[in-house]
């Protein structure tokens, strides 16, 4: 379980999103979202629970995008990794370089996901 989790604010993730993840419109993207801001696992499959992730901006901001091919929305986390001494309960492990180290690849299956020692800036959502 991923640790170092927090928000630009100082606020607990998922404290500081709930009412956001609440419009959703979809229990299953709500329950992935609450994992990964919680610092759970997460299965990333094709046609399952997909994530995405790309560069945002100069900071080495990240876009993580987590779509359900059945759900009305899609969820964009801008996420930064940080050095452990910059977060309140950090994990052992080091986020950086990211976002590399929050995917764990097995040979021919899916990704695992899990985020630790991030900053979340912004949780929004766009028409799947």
Known sequence: MGKGIGTSSGAEPLQAWQLRIGTFDSPQLSAVLRGLLGGDPVVSTDG???????????????????????APFVADM???AL??????????????????????????GPVTWELFNCRIHSLTSRRN
């Open 48 to 70: 399952a629970v997909e994530i995405s992730v790309m560069p945002d901006g100069p900071l080495g901001r990240h876009r993580l995008s987590v779509r359900l091919p059945a």
């Open 78 to 80: 801008v996420v930064t």
């Open 83 to 108: 050095p452990a001494i910059e977060c309140h309960d950090p994990d052992e492990r080091s986020s950086s370089p990211s976002p590399d180290q929050w995917m764990q690849r097995s040979a021919r």
